[in-house]
């Protein structure tokens, strides 16, 4: 049997001043899936409310949109995968073998405090499969608890956006909090690269998390490894 992998995306479209779009950052789905794709896994996506999930405007735009960015844009077949995700009410945990949650600022506001992904991240994490995140991808899993209650993250060394790489993007008077703050806050052993923007992933056990999207590719090819251990 091919491992299955879970590809959580957002649905949501706008920072919280709806002049400011915002979405899925495509080529952290697109690096990661293409990687899974070679490594013959099945894939699958899911957001929050299931359903359309809208595109991050600035990942449409170089360096962010290459190769497989733009193969998948111009790609009917997988532009309508992004038409109709499921749903965490129609995800059987057991079914998958990792769970990656891409980015995009859009993810702050609908992954953070999602029951429904959490009940599956909290599952797949307790059974040793792995919990994977690029990006803002992490605010997934900054109120994820364990089955005793206490955070997912907490003691785990970890990555995801930094608050330096939100200042040098422009958006931390938009963005609804300071995720790297909140890790911190959780318990979560925080680290980043020496320079911003640049691809790093950090593995601690089954637990899995890339910085910006830079690391999307570098996180997938870790997760790869593991299961293919």
């Not at 073998?97 to 029951?115: C, N, P």
Request: with cysteine.
């Amino acid at each position: 049997m091919p491992k299955r992998i879970l590809n959580v995306v957002t649905n949501v479209a706008h920072y919280d001043d709806p002049g400011h779009p915002t979405g899925l950052w495509l080529s952290e789905l697109t690096h990661a899936w293409h990687v899974f794709e070679e490594a013959g896994y099945e894939q699958t996506l899911v957001s929050p409310a299931g359903g359309k999930v809208p595109l991050e405007p600035r990942a449409l735009k170089f360096p962010n949109y290459d190769k497989t960015a733009k193969a998948w844009f111009n790609d009917p077949a997988k532009m309508a995968l992004l038409e109709n995700t499921l749903s965490p009410d129609d995800i059987n945990s057991a079914d998958y073998d990792a769970i990656y949650f891409t980015g995009g600022h859009a993810v702050m506001y609908d992954f953070l405090d999602s029951a429904g992904l959490q009940r599956i991240t909290r599952e797949m994490y307790e059974r040793g499969a792995i919990v994977s995140s690029v990006c803002h991808g992490y605010c997934g899993l900054l109120n994820t608890t364990l089955s005793d209650g206490t955070y997912l993250i907490a003691g785990k060394h970890m990555t995801g956006f930094a608050w330096r790489e939100e200042e040098l993007a422009k958006v931390d008077k938009l963005v609804p909090y300071n995720a790297e703050k909140v890790a911190k806050e959780r318990g979560g052993l925080y680290e980043k690269a020496r320079l911003p923007f640049v691809p790093y992933a950090v593995v601690d056990g089954n637990l899995v998390t890339g910085q910006n999207p830079a690391s999307a590719k570098k996180t997938a090819k870790e997760v790869v490894a593991l299961l293919n251990k």
